[in-house]
């Protein structure tokens, strides 16, 4: 079928009034059907729960067109879909490509793991709207926050945009291989309003800054914005686990409360968009309560950031389950995203920022390789350093497994715990960890378990019917984290392995839920008129690959990568973006305004 036959029969609407009047015309022998794709005879999970279904699925125009007994023979390409499953591409609500969209139009590590759409402006972290005197800063702060290499940033993108709107257009031009749906950060319009040191003080906006506020969210949501999202953690203690590039807090952390009402109030007016919170303090009743009233202004789904299970606290993933369920039998649209990817950090104290709830750790954890080697070795920091272990979701120090030793002297350390280490030695944990790095020049391999421990803490989270799967990060933390693999691992380990849910159920909650959530317009599903959005997977023979070190972002900058085996193809908008598990050179991603 050609574009132009496409366009004309089936249409533009959401309600896809478009193709059934062309399937009503094929009955009536009007014309006679063609398609670009048809994938025969393949096990079929339309993404809704509904029960899996053996057939065919036609593709034409970049729409799924029919699905059930389909002439192939009309096709201008078949794919076999014997022994295979063909589901709708996977949607990740949780991710920071926001740079390297620009130089990565598949979004890897996401791309290659199923995923067809992805939001971007988590956390309230971006580039837009930012001046041309504050690029260097909006950059050095993702390089602190989400660890993404500056000479990347700097030379990967065209920085040929100041507003909002203007960066969603220099999207719009960019090939991408992936759907892009874009969230308001609300970091950078705080900065813009209030001014570099006043959103860092947490400076009440007056009547007329909110207002600015809320118009530049309005302009940034006329332009195709999706709603609005904040990271709210404490500049200090336990929590503040994510500062900026000069150790403060970041704009969003030290927000008022009544701004945040403002920005739901816009969502309301207009009966649009979405909310992406992280929000942690010590009060966690106001927490809650807070969530509840934004979602309550707004009227509009809240996804809650994050539900993550811990074996030494099993108690607060119970407590945020209770608690999205007593919001959902409230009718409160709030959602929990859960960390289902059972990915560890592996790292090197050259890189390593995820110390930040420590002030002795967090200073330590910043600057050059050379200017981190000197404090890690001045003896007149350790007591500090034990005085004040950092105590994050990266688990305590004593857990951490030196994984690969650089040097003679450190070798006998190798696959060790650093409590192990420190029995060996007769040293301090911190001593031990600190001298191995130190001996090692830095480059000491270590590594985090996942803090959940035992899969019975991971299961409650996985098995919560409402619980959105995720929270990739990807496109941070590129030297530490491939938590991009969780689609992969969700359908291999957590439901073919573990059974824990149904693929059925595993695609609504990769598919379906996030992309109704999220203001994906006819994502998430297969049906007669929707994009074609498709991943076709051998189910047996899927699986996630070895971690690998690649050289491949700009500026010469690496990062760890996991891939996979087993995607056959992957279809973004009805062309094939993956084949057997290769990337085809196809960019027929969009930019999604509003989600369409």
Known sequence: MNATLSRKTFGDTASGLGSTLYLDQIRQGETRMSFDIVVKDGLIFDGSGAPRVRGDLAIAGGQVVEI????????????????????????????????????????????????????????????????????????????????IPYESMAQGMPWDWVTFPEYLDSLDRTPKAMNILPYV??????????????????????????????????DSMDAGGCGWSAQRLPPTGPAAVQRDWDGTPMPTDMMNDETARVLAQVLAERNQGVVQMTLTTDDIKHDLAHLEEIASISGRPLLHNVVQAFEDKPHVHKRQIEWLERCRERGIPVYGQGVTSDAGFTFTLEDWNLYDDSEAWMEACMGSKEERLAKFSDPSRRQALKDNLPSTATAPIGTVTILSPRSDGTEKYREMSVSQAAELSGKDEVDVMLDIAVEDGLDTLFFVAPPQGNSELLQDIVSYPHMLFGVSDGGAHTKFLTAGRYPTETLTEQVRDNQWVSYEEAHRRLSALPAQLAGFHDRGVLRPGCPADVVVYDPENLKVLPMEVVHDLPGGEWRRIQKASGYRNVMVNGQITIEDDKQTATHSGKLLRHGK
């Open 185 to 218: 950060p609300v970091g950078p319009m705080l900065l813009e309003v209030l001014g570099v040191d006043d959103a860092k003080a947490g400076r009440m906006p007056t009547d007329a800054e909110h207002e600015k506020l809320a118009n530049l969210l309005r």
């Open 68 to 147: 059930g007994r389909v002439n192939h023979r009309e096709a201008a390409q078949v794919i076999d879909g014997t022994d295979m499953h063909v589901a709708p591409g996977f949607v990740d609500l949780h991710t920071h490509y926001d740079a390297q969209v620009f130089w990565d139009p598949y979004c890897t590590l996401s791309g290659w793991h199923g995923i067809t759409s992805v939001a971007i402006g988590n956390c309230g972290f971006g580039f837009a709207p930012v001046a041309p005197d504050m690029r260097e800063y909006a950059m050095k702060s993702m390089v602190r926050v989400e660890a």
